[in-house]
């Protein structure tokens, strides 16, 4: 699976963007998914996943109320639709896939990772 985010760019505090995940080379149903992101010298952190059927999620204690991901797996996309844009949201955002069905914060279930969209806030 390669996968590919897109989506990221600046936008105001307090805005709102969509960020995708799509793989062109084989089908994402089957598999879980998560978004993780990583601001300038800090770790990488985990912001949500969706189990494959779509219909589990889980979500950090940061994007619960702000953040959403669902996913159409016709389309063979996952999204992450953010609002309420803060300076703290500033980071690389990853799409990931799960080695497993249902939906995980642990970084050790995700065995492919996309190369990232930037997201810059601007206060």
């Known amino acids: 699976v390669q996968l590919q985010a897109s989506g990221g760019g600046l936008v105001q505090d307090g805005g709102s963007l969509r960020l995708s995940c799509t793989a062109s080379?084989?089908?994402?149903?089957?598999?879980?998914l998560g978004w993780f992101r990583q601001a300038p010298g800090k770790g990488r952190e985990f912001v949500a996943s969706?189990?494959?059927?779509?219909?589990?999620?889980y979500s950090s204690d940061h994007a619960k109320d702000r953040f959403a991901i669902s996913r159409d797996n016709a389309k063979n996309t996952m999204y992450l639709q953010m609002t309420k844009l803060r300076g703290d949201d500033a980071a690389v955002y990853y799409c990931?896939?799960?080695?497993?069905?249902?939906?995980?914060?642990?970084?050790?279930?995700?065995?492919?990772w996309g190369p990232g969209t930037l997201v810059t806030v601007s206060s």
């Open positions: 969706i189990s494959a059927s779509g219909y589990n999620i």
């Open positions: 990931a896939a799960s080695s497993r069905t249902i939906a995980t914060e642990d970084e050790a279930y995700y065995d492919t």
């Open positions: 080379d084989s089908s994402l149903s089957g598999i879980a």
